[in-house]
């Protein structure tokens, strides 16, 4: 018979949908870190 690609295709887009939303999500993370880190050294420096 035939074979298809099409479920490994939908497969594919379904672990590179997965790994874009880590990417996003480990993004977002270190963006919220290093808005912490700053305004911590801002308070340093300002009331120490």
Excluded: H, W, Y
Excluded at 18 to 26: E, G, N, P, R, V
Aim: with cysteine; net charge positive; proline share 2%.
């Amino acid at each position: 018979g035939r074979t298809s690609f099409r479920p490994l295709l939908a497969l594919d887009r379904k672990q590179d949908d997965i790994l874009a939303k880590a990417a996003k999500d480990s993004t977002e993370t270190a963006i919220e870190v290093i808005n912490c880190f700053m305004s911590q050294l801002i308070k340093q420096s300002l009331f120490n």
